[in-house]
């Protein structure tokens, strides 16, 4: 089991930026890819970012690359989702999770934290 708690949520203004925490806990956090996903009302939960366990291989959807940068520190059991150049597109509650292999389709992961909402104003 893995535990996955997101924090770093907030309201912030179009233009501006968020870094976003999932602490895990449980079983050896290097083990498992890590995936941040986001869920706007009235849509279905998107792939935004994954990142290897190691750190060395990234990956983001089309809609985020160049202005989202997703690491790790497998020390303090974390990944970082840091938001930059946000648009009001951008807002999404954002969910982490866990699988020990690469994939961008949310039904593939084992685990998932409960979310954090990000709201960005015009």
């Known amino acids: 089991q893995v535990q996955l708690v997101e924090s770093g949520g907030g309201l912030v203004q179009a233009g501006g930026s968020l870094r976003l925490s999932c602490a895990a806990s449980?079983?050896?956090?290097?083990?498992?890819?890590m995936g941040w996903f986001r869920q706007a009302p009235g849509k279905e939960r998107e792939f935004v970012a994954a990142?290897?366990?190691?750190?060395?291989?990234?990956y983001y959807a089309d809609s985020v690359k160049g202005r989202f940068t997703i690491s790790r520190d497998n020390a303090k059991m974390t990944v970082y989702l840091r938001m930059g150049s946000l648009i009001p597109e951008d807002t999404a509650v954002y969910y982490c999770?866990?699988?020990?292999?690469?994939?961008?389709?949310?039904?593939?992961?084992?685990?998932w934290g409960q979310g954090t909402q990000v709201t960005v104003s015009s």
């Open positions: 449980g079983r050896t956090f290097s083990s498992y890819f």
């Open positions: 990142i290897s366990w190691s750190g060395g291989s990234t």
């Open positions: 999770a866990a699988r020990q292999r690469m994939s961008n389709h949310p039904s593939q992961y084992d685990y």
